[in-house]
């Protein structure tokens, strides 16, 4: 027969063990998961005696042992292909108000290119938190920057998307592919860079809020590394403080199909 004791929150729990019998000493009395089929019974001090169990028990109950499982962690980088629709552009500056329609280019494989990172914490098998940064970037069209009163207009640096997301995933739900989805809220950091002839804006801006989407699925090459081919949209309401006096506005939309690579550990 053998004795094991540990303490936890100053409650101090004997147990002794025997082929086929255990006996736990505690003030505390708790009913315990083990293998087969389990009878107990309560005494007054707390000691629940277990009869018949399997003698390949495993684990000592995780409510008397206060452990929990370790979060996975994964880390995703990727690269893709970027769009983003029209929107308008508006405000004023030294020149006067404008007001103008861009059909903003992505251009995401020119330098710097399209790209991003993610940091997921999933609590368990299915729900993960995370923090991503998305560099997205948007051309204005020289013809379409001039009609606004502008040499240039890009976010080109980045239309940098910082966002804390929330992952839904479901494990090997087609062979080695796991599919996902996730959403994020955050701040747009775009690099501004407009120039207006006279005066140049050149300058990282926290510009306003953005959210993001995504959709995808992951491929198990190993247990820990993976690849995966993913959908992803953003949001940003911006607001760009102008060299010389005046603002930019414009809410922005992008739309990436993105590969990229993950590792977990």
């Known amino acids: ?62 409510a008397i042992a206060g452990t929990s499982a370790v979060a996975e962690t994964e880390l995703s980088f990727y690269l893709g292909a970027q769009t983003s629709p029209h929107s308008r552009v508006v405000g004023s500056n030294a020149g006067g108000d404008f007001d103008e329609l861009i059909g903003w280019e992505g251009r995401s494989a020119d330098a710097p290119p399209y790209y991003g990172v993610r940091a997921t914490w999933w609590k368990n098998d299915t729900l993960g938190f995370g923090i991503e940064l998305n ?11 001039a009609a606004a009163g502008f040499d240039n207009v890009e976010f080109t640096d980045g239309l940098n998307i910082l966002t804390v997301n929330t992952m839904r995933r479901w494990p090997d739900r087609w062979g080695n592919f796991t599919p996902y989805v996730g959403a994020g809220i955050g701040l747009a950091i775009p690099h501004v860079d407009v120039d207006d002839g006279t005066n140049e804006t050149f300058e990282y801006q926290v510009t306003g809020p953005a959210v993001m989407g995504v959709a995808g699925a992951k491929y198990d090459i190993t247990d820990q590394w993976a690849v995966f081919g993913e959908y992803k949209f953003t949001y940003s309401q911006n607001e760009a403080e102008l060299e010389g ?15 990229g690579v993950s590792f977990n550990f």
């Open 1 to 62: 027969m053998t004795a094991l004791r540990f303490a936890k929150a100053r409650v101090h729990h004997e147990f002794t063990f025997d082929e086929g019998y255990l006996a736990l000493e505690s003030p505390e009395p708790r009913i315990a998961a083990v293998q087969g089929h389990v009878y107990a019974r309560a005494k007054p001090l707390g000691k629940i005696e277990i009869m018949t169990f399997r003698t390949t028990f495993i684990a000592l109950t995780a």
């Open 135 to 145: 560099h997205a970037k948007v051309y204005a069209p020289d013809d379409e920057a």
């Open 245 to 259: 006096g005046g603002t930019l506005e414009s809410d922005i939309i992008t739309n990436a199909l993105n590969v």
